[in-house]
């Protein structure tokens, strides 16, 4: 994300897989838009099964394109993929208040119809992302929603939606060693290192978070738990839909 290390730390840190380690659990911590996506996430799961589930196929999915990226074989455009981190994360969190407020039409309308908005104006010439691939979310998101419509418990969907988005995270989290340029010896114990660091990161956020949220659900899952999801989850969607929109055009 943006708010990574610079290269030139990037390459003292890099000296040894554990600096790769070091440098990905850094990277992790200080990436707001990656840990504001896992607290999405986090915000309405109901188990721990659930939270290992959401957090696996997160894991699997940033892993397979950083390795795609950090090899060479896919670099999308750096500034799009920061634009659709940012959507990753408005959409879930808007999706946590959609669920949370009985699946009303208006925020799957919105949503659609926002994004079709801004395909018009992409095939204008306004923004980093092309017009097919706002195209492609706004089909993405109609589909999405209106799947979660005819489930009872949506655990396995959300789950695909953070696989989905997991994919573009890891493109946004291979930019760091991007930057610093890795002769071929490096680019394995770099690449392995590094991972190991952001999961480790990853698992300390979730440890952190997920048992305060889960004793809040056991001790009131209709009063304080529900309150804590709504306005965790308004939050989260404001900074998505800043961190999109400004990405977007900038």
Known sequence: ARAGTSAATA???????AGY????????????????????LLLLAESLREVATLVTAFTVAHSVTLGLAVLGVVRPEAAAVEALIGFSIALVA??????????GRAVPVCVTL????????????????????????????????GLLSRVDRP???????????????????AGVLAEMQLPTDRVVPA?????????????AIVLLIWPGLYALQRASPLRWHRG???????GVFSLGL?????RLVG
Do not use: K
């Not at 390459?11 to 040894?16: H, P, Q």
């Open 21 to 40: 380690v070091r440098l990905g659990v850094e990277h992790i911590m200080s990436g707001l838009d990656h840990l504001f996506f896992v607290l999405a």
């Open 242 to 246: 800043y961190w999109f929109v400004a």
């Open 11 to 17: 390459s003292a840190a890099g000296t040894s897989l």
């Open 114 to 145: 926002g994004l079709l908005l801004l395909a018009g104006l992409a095939s204008l010439g306004v923004g980093v992302v092309s017009p097919a691939t706002l195209l492609g979310l706004a089909l993405f998101s109609a589909c999405h929603f």
């Open 94 to 103: 808007a999706e946590n208040c959609w669920l949370l407020a009985g699946r």
């Open 155 to 173: 655990a396995r969907l959300r789950a695909a939606v953070a696989f989905a988005f997991g994919l573009v995270h890891g493109f946004g989290f």
């Open 228 to 234: 804590v999801a709504e306005v965790g989850s308004a």
């Open 191 to 203: 690449l392995l290192g590094f991972n190991v660091g952001v999961e480790i990161g990853q698992l």
